[in-house]
């Protein structure tokens, strides 16, 4: 079976920064822990050794 790709379309009469902002609190709302993971990882691996 083929995997249908997911194809977004979003009609906003808001300003262009206002739908951005919006959709990027839905997609980390959607993955706040994979985001909450990927954040911790990076701060653990730019954190300095001697501290």
Do not use: G, W
Request: aromatic share 6%; net charge positive; hydrophobic share 30%.
């Amino acid at each position: 079976m083929k995997v249908q790709k997911i194809n977004y379309r979003i009609h906003d009469s808001n300003d262009k920064n206002e739908l951005c902002d919006h959709i990027l609190k839905v997609f980390l709302e959607v993955n706040k822990e994979k985001a909450e993971k990927a954040i911790k990882a990076y701060t653990e691996k730019i954190k300095p050794k001697n501290t």
